[in-house]
């Protein structure tokens, strides 16, 4: 089991980190070879993966540690771009490590494909005669997959619809589908394109588009948390943050920021997957709005004990087959340091970690505010941009969050000096 507490990891080289790793994972240091731009994704295998490939582009990944998910210890890899995200991620974890860490549920794989049928002349009776051939129209469409109805999934239910719309009542009809340990865009939207002319004609319209939401809202995973007081640390912080959360739910301006936060976690281990950021994203921003009000999507209460509890349910369409999770060789690394066997251990493990993003941006906010543990970061890439380099660049960085100026003239004159004191 992985040994996920793990303390003074800013302090390490890249090479100890991965030394930890393996020592904690029981990976083999061969595992992580993946994770070396040389050794990472090439141009040759990026070329098939998209069209007119001209490079590959870097994103540093770093590795949340202390999380816990349903009792077992994960270090999870995040793929960001974002100073202050990975260690916010490990804080927030390891002040709910002591409470157990991170509980979670799901729905299970289930996504649905869209099919829209417009010129029908009878829309209720057209629905009620797609219900009648319901049996038929799921065997149709699980003919189209037949592994994927042996591993266990497949097509569950046909569901039509009536849409209101500007171009007249269209029926939409959802196929709903297990998709098992995939994201499952193929597979329903091959199911769709292949059912679509069979329920066109059941309709007595004709089909238009034939694709998945992305408001995945048959996949939901809930994650848990307990904060206890005196980790956040003591009751005032944990009224403020409550505070906090409540402006969220009540303001679509704040819960699109505090949304943000929570996706800061969850993107960053969907994108160190190989997982479609995208499809994630629209989904949770399109589940924060099913009340037909933007709201947060992370709930704050304080339970009995007095402590801090956040729970989180979110949208969450991530596969371990197809896809690029397959195909890129840092993914598969990522999944591996994770050790998710299926897709959706994964999803509990992104979950939990959007929660644990989303209660350190909370608390940062609610009490001494973000800016300064975010400088200290932020001062070391301004002095690199700087021409800062080796030593140099913690040494400009320091100065320049101690005199409370970081900006790239700052970081020059402190280069500048620095260089003469040692000249
Ligand atoms: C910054 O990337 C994320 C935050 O703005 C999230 C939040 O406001 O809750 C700090």
Redesign the pocket.
């Known amino acids: 089991m992985t040994q996920s507490r793990w303390s003074g990891t800013k302090d390490l080289t890249p090479a100890q980190r991965r030394e930890g790793l393996v020592e904690r994972t029981g990976l083999d240091a061969a595992d992580l070879t993946a994770l070396d731009p040389a050794d990472g994704l090439s141009v040759d295998a990026a070329d098939v993966l998209i069209e007119n490939v001209i490079g590959v582009m870097g994103v540093p990944v770093g590795l949340a540690t202390n999380v816990i998910v349903d009792g077992e210890g994960v270090l999870v890899p995040m793929a960001t771009e974002?100073p202050?995200?990975v260690a916010a991620a490990s804080n927030a974890a390891r002040w709910a490590h002591g409470a157990g860490g991170f509980h979670t549920s799901s729905t299970g794989p289930v996504m649905q494909a869209q099919i829209q049928v417009v010129d029908v002349a009878d829309p209720q009776a057209a629905k009620s005669r797609i219900l009648e051939r319901r049996d038929e129209l799921i065997a149709a469409a699980n003919e189209v997959d037949p592994i994927l109805v042996k591993l266990g999934g497949g097509c569950l239910d046909i569901e039509p619809r009536l849409v209101d719309t500007a171009a007249g009542v269209h029926v939409v009809v959802h196929l709903v589908v297990d998709v098992r340990d995939a994201m499952g865009a193929n597979a329903v939207n091959s199911m769709a394109e292949r059912t679509s002319d069979l329920i066109a004609e059941i309709a007595g319209g004709t089909a238009r588009l034939r694709i998945l939401t992305n408001l995945a809202d048959r996949r939901l995973v809930r994650a848990r948390a307990v904060f206890p007081a005196d980790a956040l640390g003591g009751p005032e912080v944990v009224d403020r943050m409550l505070e906090?959360a409540a402006f969220?739910e009540a303001d679509p301006y704040?819960a699109a920021?505090?949304?943000?936060?929570?996706m800061?976690g969850i993107s960053a281990v969907v994108l160190a997957t190989g997982n479609d950021t995208r499809a994630v994203e629209s989904g949770c921003h399109a589940y924060a709005s099913t009340t037909g009000r933007y709201t947060s999507l992370s709930h704050f209460e304080k339970n009995a004990d007095g402590d801090l509890e956040v729970t989180l349910e979110v949208p969450m369409p991530v596969g371990l087959v197809g896809g690029a999770t397959r195909s890129n060789p840092v993914a598969q690394a990522n999944v591996k340091i994770i050790g998710a066997e299926s897709a959706d251990r994964l999803a509990r493990v992104i979950t939990a970690v959007g929660l644990a993003?989303?209660a350190a941006?909370?608390r940062?906010?609610a009490t001494e505010g973000?800016q300064r543990g975010h400088m200290t970061l932020h001062a070391r890439t301004v002095a690199v941009a700087a021409g800062a380099q080796g030593d140099e660049v913690t040494e400009v960085a320091a100065r320049m969050v101690a005199q409370g100026t970081v900006r790239s003239d700052a970081a020059e004159e402190a280069l500048a000096i620095l260089r003469s004191e040692r000249a």
């Open positions: 974002e202050s995200v906090a969220a704040r920021t505090h949304n943000k936060g929570i800061n993003q989303n941006a909370v940062a906010l973000i």
